[in-house]
């Protein structure tokens, strides 16, 4: 470090943070070594922990201060990496490392991995934690002001200029791990406005704007780490596991689409005609994610036996997962979190999928990739029924009917969903960079929920080929049957309050929309308003004149009234007007 | 051939048996005939893991002008299924559209085994498929076992007890080979592409055997909707189809439905229509239609257009 820095020690700043870990973590006897130390903030905090503070730097003027407050400290260069090791056991000279802190250090210095590793040597006898505070550069005032081309250094803070490496929660994460660091305590510094956030009339920045609204859920969906200002964290010594410090550019392989089966193992013979139809698919790009939700002990044995009994090219292509929590939306966020898929699709084990349902969505994401895919399913009853032997299958008891537009209308889809989620297929993407997941407050409705906020977010794309069949159980056991009215109704206001609360991205062609949707309400009042008009009854007739003998007699009696004879007449006759 | 009483007749597989699935391509796609081949080799192999069969074969025809397949992709295709516990495959190159009827004749006459798996080529089958439409064969008079077709199931009624049907779909049925030849085969003089399965269905009631539709045993046919979300027919399908009902119509005794359709094709403005009540007249006076049967009506159904009560109509 080239710069000393004197910042004061707060409870609620990062030296507090980091003596709140360094007292869950350090014990109350060892070494505490500060690289980086400046002043030494939390050198007194630390001694009255019981432990022994020893700072470390390349400065003259932090180093004498220390010393003059009566704390052990050395001239260090952590850029001297090699020589890093050995300096350090001297400084120790046997004593026990009850810890290590570097705090706003490792950002200043380069070979951070190499730091890092030779502190983990270091620290392994004693099994010593490392305490480290980093500014952190994926704060959203920093995204947002990028956005407008403004990377604005200063003198301190999240974007000081004597910074060498700009560090966000993935790289601080890969740099540990790498280095045979295991995290045990977060207690990253949050601010809502951090001192990046400048001008003040900055639109981005302004979180009363729309801009500044949509770009702040967007950040805050994609990582927690949204209004991070300083990642304080603690770590203990672990196996190093390499991950990539520098980003690959080549696209990772992955399948074009993953399916995902949820089942309750209650209906073995529906699940297995939705793999038979996976089985036939066209295009065999893609891997089923089968997910057994709160499955019987006694039913497990029978999905395994569905999966083992698969072609083998499909079983190589299908994992199965159980999940025994949660509602029927809690599946649906495992899976998707397993997807490698880069588009995912849900297909239940009771609705079955035509031979060129992938083929439809891989033609589709090719031409429109990012969007949301859109296909058509017909639909159909089936019963259930009870087989001699006792096996449970159905039958199918209607012809396939069409109730579902070809086109997507998305205002129309504000109203109800009219997409069976077999139909769509959205960007794996979503969730992997985004951060969406499903709703699971939601026991019903959750992929319209999760339809609107896609497609709102990347669009659609839709092919007006018929590649489902969705299928509506005439008696048994449907998600349609088992909740009630209002818990349907519940739940469409959860979905809609929330979409009317937040600000969103329109398609082109919204405009044109409103105002032929305007005018033709208007239009249809006006008509409205006419039929009225001819249908309404006529007024009732004006009352008759009055005749001018009881107009002269009303005036009359009006002055006889206002005379002080009548008031004095009105009081001997007890209150009684005197007419 | 007149119905005979149903009486006694015991079940055609009692322990381990032999299988010949076979199929006739008609410039059917690779890689739709290596999925159908790979899904029937799982079912043969978990079929012969729980001992049901000691030997089993598939053979393919080819009614295409050229070679559906390669003899490269035939080679891989016998590798695949072979890995999997399959005896041999056979592949045929008929050098002429020969139709389904004379197609399955022709393959069967290489058939040595107990059963034989009548199947469309492009066929996606349930791994238990099988095991599931062996089992029916076990109970005595039972003579041909239908599988449910998917996505798009076909609406002809069956009971729910006993699997009873008025006839198996050829798209995917079971039949036990000295039946298939007992019975005559399949009609390959009257019928080229459609009715050929119901009117060997038939045959077979008339021969006092029951045949039962199997719904555990799900097939994958292909079939895409048109636009409009219904069946579009092609023209020569059309044709066919019509050519068809009106030799089916004739086989089983009602004149009057042959009066009948062929009033309608010829009022038909759609050219195959009118060409098929063309055809019957033509096949009519030159003796090539074949000698009614099941004069009283005991088997054969004619219901709205159907040959069995439907459970709907699309």
Redesign the interface.
């Known amino acids: 470090m080239s710069t000393t820095y004197q910042f004061n020690y707060t409870a609620d700043g990062v030296y507090g943070r980091t003596v709140r870990l360094a007292a869950e973590l350090a014990g109350n006897s060892g070494v505490v070594l500060d690289l980086g130390c400046g002043y030494g903030a939390i050198a007194e905090p630390l001694r009255d922990l019981g432990l022994t503070y020893v700072g470390a730097d390349t400065d003259g003027d932090g180093i004498a201060d220390l010393r003059k407050r009566g704390f052990e400290s050395h001239v260090i260069d952590l850029a001297r990496v090699s020589e890093l090791l050995p300096r350090l056991r001297e400084i120790l000279a046997g004593r026990k490392l009850a810890a290590i802190a570097m705090l706003d250090v490792l950002e200043h210095v380069p070979h951070n991995l190499e730091i890092l590793t030779a502190l983990r040597e270091l620290s392994a006898g004693d099994a010593a934690a490392l305490l480290v505070s980093i500014p952190n550069v994926g704060h959203r005032d920093i995204a947002f002001k990028l956005l407008t081309g403004r990377w604005e250094y200063t003198e301190t803070g999240l974007l000081d200029r004597t910074h060498i490496i700009h560090h966000t929660e993935s790289l601080l994460h890969a740099l540990m791990v790498s280095a045979g660091w295991r995290v045990v305590a977060v207690d990253d510094l949050p601010l809502e406005e951090s001192d990046q956030h400048f001008p003040d009339d900055s639109i981005v920045l302004n979180a009363r704007t729309q801009l500044s609204r949509f770009l702040r859920r967007v950040r805050e969906e994609s990582a927690p780490q949204a209004v991070v200002n300083q990642f304080v964290r603690a770590y203990l010594p672990a196996h190093a596991r390499p991950m990539p410090i520098v980003a690959d550019r080549s696209n990772p392989a992955r399948p074009f689409l993953s399916v995902v089966v949820r089942t309750q193992g209650r209906r073995p013979a529906t699940l297995r005609d939705a793999l038979l139809c996976l089985a036939a698919q066209s295009c065999d790009d893609f891997e089923v994610l089968l997910i057994a939700h709160k499955v019987a002990p006694e039913l497990r044995p029978v999905i395994e036996r569905i999966v083992e009994d698969l072609p083998q090219s499909l079983r190589r292509r299908t994992r199965v997962t159980g999940v025994d929590h949660g509602n029927r939306t809690t599946p649906l966020n495992v899976a998707f979190a397993q997807a490698r898929g880069v588009y995912i699709s849900v297909l239940d084990d009771d609705d079955l999928v035509l031979g060129h349902w992938v083929e439809t969505f891989k033609d589709l994401g090719t031409a429109h990739p990012g969007q949301v895919l859109r296909s058509v399913a017909v639909e159909q009853d089936i019963e259930e029924h009870v087989a001699d032997d006792g096996a449970l299958t159905y039958q199918t008891v209607s012809a396939p009917r069409r109730p579902y537009p070809r086109e997507f209308d998305l205002y129309a889809h504000f109203t109800q969903n009219f997409t069976p989620q077999m139909c769509l297929a959205f960007p794996g993407a979503l969730f992997r960079e985004l951060g969406f997941h499903f709703d699971e407050e939601l026991d019903t409705c959750e992929d319209w929920d999760m339809e609107l906020r896609a497609v709102l977010t990347c669009g659609i794309a839709t092919s007006p080929e018929y590649t489902a069949i969705y299928r509506r159980w005439r008696t048994g056991h449907a998600s349609n049957t088992v909740h009630s009215q209002e818990i349907w109704e519940a739940n469409h206001a959860r979905i809609t309050k929330r979409l009317n609360r937040q600000t969103h991205l329109f398609p082109p062609g919204t405009v044109d929309y409103i105002r032929w949707t305007t005018r033709h309400m208007r239009e249809l009042e006006d008509e409205l308003a006419s039929l009225r008009d001819v249908v309404r009854p006529p007024p009732p007739p004006p009352p008759p004149p009055v005749p001018l003998r009881y107009k002269v007699a009303d005036r009359l009696n009006l002055a006889i009234k206002r005379t002080p004879a009548h008031a004095v007449l009105k009081k001997l006759l007890g209150g009684k007007d005197g007419d | 051939m007149e119905l005979t009483e149903l009486e006694f007749k015991p079940p055609f597989v009692a322990g381990k048996t032999s299988l010949r699935a076979q199929a006739v391509l008609y410039d059917t796609e690779p ?2 005939v290596a ?1 159908a081949l ?2 029937l ?2 079912s043969a192999e ?1 079929a012969r893991a729980e001992g049901l069969l000691h030997h089993v074969e598939f053979a393919l025809g080819d009614s295409s002008k050229t070679p559906a397949l390669t003899t490269r992709q035939i080679r891989e295709l016998t590798e695949m299924v072979e890995q999997r516990g399959v005896d041999k495959l056979e592949y045929q190159f008929f050098d002429r559209n020969m139709g389904t009827a004379a197609g399955h004749n022709r393959l069967f006459q290489a058939s040595a085994a107990d059963l034989v798996l009548i199947e469309n080529p492009d066929i ?5 498929l099988i095991a599931d439409l062996i089992a029916p064969l076990r109970v005595a008079s039972v003579g041909q076992v239908e599988a449910r077709q ?4 076909h ?1 002809k009624a069956y009971d ?2 006993t699997g009873d049907t008025s006839w198996a779909s050829g798209a995917c049925s079971l039949v036990p080979s000295a039946l298939f030849e007992s019975v005559g085969r399949y009609d390959e003089d009257s019928f080229f592409l459609y009715c050929d399965d119901v009117d060997l269905s038939w045959r077979v009631r008339m021969a006092g055997y029951r045949v039962v539709f199997q ?2 045993a ?3 046919h ?4 048109s ?1 409009s ?1 219904e069946w579009s027919p092609s023209a020569a399908e059309v044709y066919y189809s019509a050519e068809a009902a009106l030799i089916l119509a004739h086989k089983y005794s009602r004149p009057d439905l042959v009066e009948r359709h062929l009033r309608t094709f010829d009022a038909s403005p759609l050219e195959p229509y009118q060409r098929a009540a063309a055809t019957y007249r033509k096949r009519l006076g030159e003796g090539g239609l074949p000698a009614p049967i099941d004069s009283d009506h005991k088997v054969a159904q004619f219901i709205d257009g159907y040959y069995a009560r439907q ?4």
């Open positions: 890689a739709a999925r790979e899904s080799a799982r978990l996606v089958v349930t791994p238990r998917l996505p798009f199931e609406g729910l007890t719904p555990s799900s097939v994958f292909d079939k895409r909707l636009p979300g459970r709907f109509t699309s």
